[in-house]
């Protein structure tokens, strides 16, 4: 599978931003789907991840509340919905896929990786 994201950008703090991630392929509904983020500096981290059908999520403490991730299977789409951003949430943002049903959170639970999108959030 390929992986496009897009959807960055620069916003000021207490905004929102959506981000995309498409996906190539039929099979699209088979992969559990992340999204990472990587600020300049520090290591890639989990942000969110959605199971093949969308009935189990998970988010990184630092964005519950605030982000949510859905998919559009029918679309070959995953998004995340940013709100209430703040400076700290400047990143690279990555969305990831693959095929094992098990493990969300850690770089190695995916296979397949887009190439990245900036949010820079200002105060």
């Known amino acids: 599978v390929q992986l496009q994201a897009s959807g960055g950008g620069l916003v000021q703090a207490g905004g929102s931003l959506r981000l995309s991630c498409a996906a190539s392929?039929?099979?699209?509904?088979?992969?559990?789907m992340g999204w990472f983020r990587q600020a300049p500096g520090k290591e890639r981290e989990s942000v969110a991840a959605?199971?093949?059908?969308?009935?189990?999520?998970y988010y990184a403490d630092s964005v519950k509340g605030r982000f949510t991730i859905s998919r559009d299977n029918g679309k070959n789409t995953v998004y995340l919905q940013m709100n209430s951003l703040k400076p700290e949430d400047t990143a690279v943002y990555y969305c990831?896929?693959?095929?094992?049903?098990?493990?969300?959170?850690?770089?190695?639970?995916?296979?397949?990786w887009g190439q990245g999108t900036l949010v820079t959030v200002y105060s």
């Open positions: 990831a896929a693959d095929l094992r049903v098990y493990g969300v959170g850690l770089e190695t639970d995916y296979d397949y």
């Open positions: 392929g039929r099979t699209f509904s088979s992969y559990k």
């Open positions: 959605i199971s093949r059908n969308g009935g189990s999520l």
